[in-house]
């Protein structure tokens, strides 16, 4: 027994994480099962929300969710729609996310908050960092390890910023693991049988839908599909402009609401949505700036506007059902994953498709994280019985003549997959070959995403055609693809030097993790000090809330004054930047209110009292 | 580099048991897999990524009969050239000339032809069937026999069949673009 639990305690903690566009979630698997890790209040959602405050600090989780009301120009959400992106792929999104761009923004986004410049990895690694911080103060230990999940339909430059984005945050990412492959896991724990499942993930921005064979531990994925860029913000976003247009006729505006309105408004839209899976209408209403909006909606006109959201994730899951050449019938069970999966609609159209009652009995917000607990519990070796096959979701293939692709390996093939290739010099002497790799699943290099150029270099210079360069492709087990070659002639390794096309460089991350090392210290006092001013201003607001109570009249002069002097007190230390004074200033005030408080409570519980006697 | 049979710890024969193939597939991707390896140092890494993957493409190849044919018409210098499934089979000559003269015509518009196209596609499909169903039998013969003339024969079939599926895709793509 003494031996088991030392084994356990030298393994390596490995933490799991759903890194999510609206929230994200960290678990860890004890000797019961996987468990999420609450946040220090409680909470186990911490919003995907990251803001840099006026005084420059950053700051990720709640805290940023405030600001994205009170300072919008300078928070950013749902910024995992634009990892692996470059500033064409996101026009359309950018007029309905009111997000500021940098200039050179082509190859990787950069985010413009305040007088900052974050590109999607870096805010992501805010995310990620507020995530290991939680692990760690619930934990009581340094965690450094972890899985993070990417959606499966995601490409490989999504999964290496993702990548990345962990780096930043100072964590060794040992996997990525597809989120409805992870959400099987978390399944499969209590249901030990064999079967093909079928997962239907839909997130706050992104769908995916899996097929898998589950056989004695093995969970072997058939075949996936999905689409990055489809998920409840697209619901959030088509309510959000039915109302803006609403208010702009209403209030006769003479500009757009501003971005503070706007996020209120957004607020309340997501409200009004979330109540409408359980209730058949909602209200969405909005004070602000002397204006009232009120809006009654009905379950049935919401449905009518997210039909045509619905419906595209439909022809994913009958191209995954034929990539895996299964008929609905042959589906044993169908997972539901993610947020949306609670509204009513959805939950009836995969009913439909499938023709099989969906599984909601694990919460949708956590089973992925949960999954992702125990695919780091397999790592880590915790968990032995257990292994995932998954695939690629794309095809990779190489530019040939006149623009075609040629393809190496095809889409959902189980993974690690390779492919090795040939390649020629077309002139003497000719030194280098660039070869350019794509993924997708069209026939033309200009309709298929452009991975990165491979130059191969240092070809021993011969006649046109008589070089012989043998290139292994080989996809790993995160879905993300190296080069290796061989000068078949001299039997020496071929140097290759990668251009992403989307991206971070190497270089570009190591200096971002310096970065991070230096502004580690300076971050984290700057989120004690807003901590403490969060909590200054709770303290204050209530004090001057009791301050119309009649307790405070109860109060002695000598009382009153000394909370007047508390109160002055905090105010002086307000805007120190050290947060120890302001808790200090914080705990006085505490002790000075205290009997305003009891005097409160007990004409309260008096009033209460008196109320049941009647 | 060992061949994909070796990797699964089957005698190279072209007639597979399916359950029997999964069956060592998955055991061995219980011992190979990258996440065995996940604790142990950079070399071990390395050596699992690479056996794991191409224990991958091994089982990919050898549960198709179709890429297992070609993968033994290639490891016995027989290769399947892609020029060789260009070239139109002696007796389908009559049927490509009038499925083209149809194909033309739909393109030009004229959708009357739509019938006699999904009739050649059906008939197609049967052929299809028709050249995949002799496998099992020349496979069982190769294996018994290992003669060069039943590779031959495979892959005259393979080749047909890659021609007719050709057909049945441009048809396919022709209708679906019409429609």
């Known amino acids: 027994m003494g031996n088991f639990q030392i084994d356990f305690g030298k393994r390596d903690r490995v933490v799991g994480i759903d890194l999510g566009t609206t929230n994200s979630l960290v678990a860890f698997m004890d000797l019961t099962g996987p468990k999420v890790i609450p946040d220090p209040s409680g909470s186990n959602l911490v919003p995907s929300v990251v803001a840099v405050s006026p005084d420059g600090a950053i700051v990720a989780g709640p805290e940023a969710r405030r600001m994205l009301i009170t300072h919008p120009e300078r928070t950013v959400y749902s910024v995992k729609r634009l990892m692996g992106r470059g500033l064409a792929d996101v026009g359309e999104e950018l007029k309905l996310f009111p997000f500021r761009i940098a200039e050179g923004s082509e190859s990787v986004i950069q985010l413009l908050l305040g007088d900052r410049k974050l590109t999607p990895p870096e805010v992501s690694a805010h995310v990620l960092r507020h995530l290991k911080r939680n692990a760690e103060e619930f934990l009581g230990e340094p965690v450094t390890k972890a899985v993070i999940t990417v959606p499966a339909y995601f490409n490989d430059a999504q999964r290496q910023a993702t990548k990345d984005a962990g780096r930043i945050a100072g ?15 978390a399944y499969g724990l209590d249901k030990r049988k064999d079967g093909i499942v079928a997962v239907y993930d839909f997130g706050g921005g992104t769908f995916d839908i899996s097929i898998l064979k589950l056989h004695e531990g093995i969970f072997e994925v058939l075949a996936t599909n999905g689409d990055t860029h489809l998920g409840g913000d697209d619901i959030d976003n088509l309510l959000l402009r039915i109302a803006l247009e609403d208010i702009a006729s209403e209030w006769e505006l003479n500009a757009p609401l501003d971005p503070e309105g706007v996020q209120r408004l957004r607020r309340a839209v997501i409200e009004a949505k979330e109540s409408l899976s359980f209730f058949p209408s909602a209200r969405i209403e909005l004070e602000y700036q002397g204006h009232a909006y009120r809006r009654e909606i009905d379950r049935a006109l919401l449905e009518k506007l997210i039909a045509p959201i619905i419906d595209r994730t439909l022809g994913p899951c009958r191209q995954c059902l034929r990539d895996s050449g299964l008929t609905p019938e042959q589906i044993d069970e169908v997972v539901m994953v993610g947020g949306s999966t609670r509204i009513p609609m959805v939950r009836s159209a995969v009913e439909a498709l499938f023709r099989s009652h969906p599984h909601t009995d694990l919460n949708p917000d956590e089973v992925v994280a949960l999954g992702a607990a125990v695919q780091a519990a397999i790592l880590s070796g915790e968990v032995e019985d257990k292994l995932l096959l998954d695939v690629t979701p794309l095809s990779l293939g190489i530019e040939t003549m006149g623009g075609v692709v040629s393809k190496l390996i095809h889409r959902n093939s189980t993974i690690p997959a390779s492919a090795t290739e040939s390649f020629t010099t077309a002139v003497d002497g000719q030194r280098n070959v660039l070869i350019h790799v794509l993924q997708g699943e069209r026939e033309l290099a200009r309709d298929c995403r452009s991975l990165a150029r491979f130059d191969l270099k240092d070809i021993d210079p011969v006649p046109a055609g008589m070089a012989r360069i043998e290139v292994r492709f080989l996809i790993d087990a995160n879905g993300i693809l190296s080069v290796t070659a061989v000068d078949k002639r001299t039997g020496k390794e071929t140097g290759v030097e990668v251009k992403p096309s989307y991206g971070l460089t190497d270089e570009q991350v190591e ?11 300076e971050d984290f006092a700057a989120r004690q ?5 969060v909590e200054a201003d709770n303290i204050l607001r209530a004090t001057d809330k009791a301050k119309q109570n009649d307790a405070w009249l109860a109060l002695s002069d000598a009382e009153r004054a000394a909370i ?26 505490n002790a000075a209110t205290q009997k305003l408080a009891e005097t409160m409570m007990n004409a309260a519980v008096g009033t209460a009292l008196k109320g049941t006697h009647i | ?17 399916a359950a029997e193939l999964q069956r060592l597939f998955y055991e061995r991707s219980r011992q190979w897999h990258p996440d065995r390896f996940a604790r142990k140092p950079e070399e071990e890494r390395q050596r ?25 018409l290639a490891q016995e210098g027989l290769d399947a050239g892609p020029q060789r499934s260009a070239d139109v089979p002696p007796e389908l000559l009559e049927e490509v000339f009038e499925l083209n003269m149809a194909l033309e015509e739909l393109r030009g518009g004229d959708i009357s032809v739509r019938p006699q196209l999904e009739a050649a596609r059906a008939s197609f499909l049967g052929m299809l069937a028709a050249a995949e169903a002799r496998l099992p039998e020349l496979f069982a013969a190769w294996d018994a026999a290992r003669r060069r003339e039943t590779l031959a024969e495979i892959r005259g079939v393979l080749d047909r069949r890659k021609y007719i599926q050709n057909l049945v895709n441009e048809v396919e793509k022709e209708l679906s673009a019409a429609a």
């Open chain 2, 1 to 17: 580099m060992s061949g994909y049979f070796e990797l699964l710890g089957l005698p190279p024969a072209l007639t597979l048991d």
């Open chain 1, 564 to 589: 007047d002097r508390a109160i002055n007190e905090l105010l002086v230390v307000y805007h120190a930047e050290d947060h120890r004074l302001i808790l200090q200033k914080i705990e006085s005030l």
């Open chain 1, 529 to 533: 000090v807003l901590e403490a001013r």
């Open chain 1, 171 to 185: 964590l060794d990412v040992l996997r990525l693991v597809n989120e409805p492959t992870a959400a099987s896991l």
């Open chain 1, 511 to 521: 200096k971002m993790i310096l970065e991070s090392f230096e502004k580690a210290g």
């Open chain 2, 48 to 72: 699992a990524l690479d056996l794991s993957s191409r224990l991958n493409d091994a089982y990919r190849t050898l549960r198709d009969p179709v890429q297992r044919a070609q993968y033994v």
